[in-house]
C-alpha cells in the first residue's frame, strides 16, 4: 500500500513522542522509588515528592499509550487519526504563535 509521505512522517513523529513519554515515565518511576526507600522515606515531604512522582509516571504512561495507539492507527491510514492529529498540530501551531505574539507585545509595553 503506498502511504502519503506525509502520514509516514507524521506516524513516525508520533511513535517517537509516545516513545520519549514512556522513557520519561519510566524516569519517573526510578525517582519515586529511590526517593520512597531512602533514609528519610518517612519524611512528609519525601512521601510527598514520591506520590507526585508516582503520579506523573502514571499519567505519562497514559499519554504514551495514547500516544503509540494513535501512531498505529495512522500507520494503518484511518482517517480519524489523521484528522486528529493535523488538528492537533495546527492547535499546538497556534498556541504558539500566540504566546510568541503576547511575549512580543509584553516586551514592547515594559
Not at 83 to 103: L, M, P, V, Y
Request: net charge positive.
Amino acid at each position: 500500500m503506498n502511504r502519503p509521505t506525509g502520514v509516514t512522517v507524521l506516524t513516525v513523529s508520533a511513535a517517537s513522542a509516545a516513545m520519549l513519554l514512556a522513557l520519561g515515565s519510566c524516569a519517573f518511576f526510578v525517582v519515586g522509588v529511590l526517593v520512597a526507600t531512602g533514609d528519610e522515606h518517612a519524611a512528609p515531604v519525601s512521601v510527598a515528592m514520591a506520590g507526585m512522582a508516582l503520579a506523573g509516571a502514571f499519567l505519562l504512561l497514559i499519554l504514551a499509550v495514547a500516544g503509540g495507539w494513535l501512531a498505529l492507527n495512522m500507520v494503518a491510514l484511518r482517517d480519524w487519526a489523521r484528522t486528529i492529529s493535523f488538528t492537533e498540530i495546527a492547535a499546538s501551531t497556534r498556541e504558539k504563535f500566540r504566546s510568541a505574539f503576547s511575549a512580543i507585545g509584553a516586551v514592547r509595553r515594559a
